[in-house]
Each structure stands twice: as structure tokens, then as C-alpha cells.
């Protein structure tokens, strides 16, 4: 167990349809990294939040958007869903976010558009 | 443009034998390497990494190579255990300010019993 926490596991939606996605970090980090893993796909990096303030943008498209809140926890928030957005989504957490430091990966939403 | 890439994306060994993965990059200015494992339903986990400034690492049962000159770097892990099928990833990171860690497409290790 990573002590990162994902919510849900499964999503299952339509296109045209917005969800958000939940991530609690591991007890005493205070960044948090969100990937989207597609099928047969590396993991593409989305974007990374360090105590509440944006510090790295990806390829992540204006459809999607993040934020961090003072207790720490994160949310994804897709919308105008469209199928290729189906994906395995991951949050990840370390402590400062700076260069060196091991990345802890949650178990994983995974999001179905159909 | 930037990019980390894996050769093979399959790899069968025998359970024993040990097992070589490798990986390419194209940022010379990354300044830290790693690999992780992703096995089934689960999400990624550390499992060794390596800074520019060095050529080997080793850990338990695994070994980073890196090259600089070529842009390479493989993930060596010795007498391969059934346990070790999975996803592996090499991944890079820049070497100023915050972390923008890059992942690799990923090579799936089969792990013959």
C-alpha cells in the first residue's frame, strides 16, 4: 500500500459528461502528481501541485483542470468528455516535489467514456 | 524534442536468467533517471534510480546502467522470479526546479516459469 488514496476505482460515463476525480496523498507530502495512462500507453503527465499552487503543466488539455486544497487532497476534473479520454488516471505524492524525490502512485481511476 | 523511449516492448525470460531493459532518451539536460514497476491493477512503484553524474547503481537483485553518451539506460535485474512479470518504465526528470517527471512507453516483462 502507497497511502495514496484514489476515488473511485471505476468510473463509467458518457461523452458530453463532466466527472472529477479524488486523490489524497500519502500522510506528510505535500505534492501531488496527476498521469493519464492510456491503453498501451506510457503515463502522460497531466500536471503537478505542490501545497495548494500549480508548479508543472503537461499536455493537459483545457478540457481538464486540477486543483489542490489546504488539506491537501487533490481533484481532477474532466469535462466534455469525449471517448479517448478513457484512461487509467493516476495520482501520485511526494514530500517537496522537488527533483530526487521517489514518486508514491495510487491505485488508479479507471474512466470509461461511452 | 524531448522524449524517453523503451526499444522492446516485450520481453520473455526464462524464470532464473536474468533480464535486461532497456531505454532510450533524447533530453541531455535530464539529470535523474528511474525506473518503476507497474504490475497488474496496481500503479507504479519505485525501484531504482540513478543520477547523470553516475554510470552504475545497484540494488537489490537490480542494477541501472546509464550511458550518457549514447542516451541510454537499461534496468538489469539478476535470477528473475515470477514476481518480477510486470510493466517496466524507465523515466526521466529535470534537472532545475520542481519535479515534471517524463515516463517511457513502458516494456512488459513475461516471466517464463
Known amino acids: 500500500d502507497s497511502g495514496v488514496t484514489q476515488t473511485p476505482k471505476h468510473l463509467i460515463t458518457a461523452t458530453g459528461q463532466r466527472v472529477t476525480l479524488r486523490c489524497s496523498p500519502r500522510?506528510?507530502?505535500?505534492?501531488v502528481y496527476w498521469y493519464q495512462q492510456s491503453l498501451d500507453q506510457g503515463l502522460q503527465f497531466l500536471i503537478h501541485?505542490?501545497?495548494?499552487?500549480?508548479?508543472a503543466k503537461g499536455n493537459i488539455l483545457e478540457r481538464f483542470s486540477a486543483q489542490q486544497f489546504p488539506d491537501l487532497h487533490s481533484e481532477l476534473n474532466l469535462s466534455s468528455l469525449e471517448l479517448g479520454d478513457s484512461a487509467l488516471y493516476f495520482c501520485?505524492?511526494?514530500?517537496?516535489?522537488?527533483?530526487?524525490?521517489?514518486?508514491?502512485f495510487g491505485s488508479g481511476t479507471q474512466l470509461s467514456v461511452l | 524534442g524531448e522524449s524517453v523511449g523503451l526499444h522492446l516492448p516485450t520481453l520473455s525470460v526464462q524464470e532464473g536468467d536474468n533480464s535486461i531493459i532497456n531505454c532510450a532518451y533524447s533530453n541531455s539536460a535530464s539529470d535523474y533517471f528511474i525506473w518503476y514497476k507497474q504490475e497488474s491493477g496496481k500503479g507504479p512503484q519505485f525501484i531504482i534510480d540513478i543520477r547523470s553524474n553516475m554510470d552504475k547503481r545497484q540494488g537489490q537483485r537490480v542494477t541501472v546502467l546509464l550511458n550518457k553518451t549514447v542516451k541510454h539506460l537499461s534496468l538489469q535485474i539478476a535470477a528473475t522470479q515470477p514476481g518480477d512479470s510486470a510493466v517496466y518504465f524507465c523515466a526521466e526528470n529535470r534537472a532545475a526546479g520542481y519535479q515534471k517527471v517524463t515516463f517511457g512507453t513502458g516494456t512488459k516483462l513475461q516471466v517464463i516459469p
Open positions: 501520485a505524492s511526494s514530500g517537496q516535489g522537488v527533483v530526487g524525490e521517489k514518486l508514491f
Open positions: 500522510s506528510g507530502d505535500l505534492s
Open positions: 501541485y505542490y501545497n495548494g499552487e500549480e508548479r
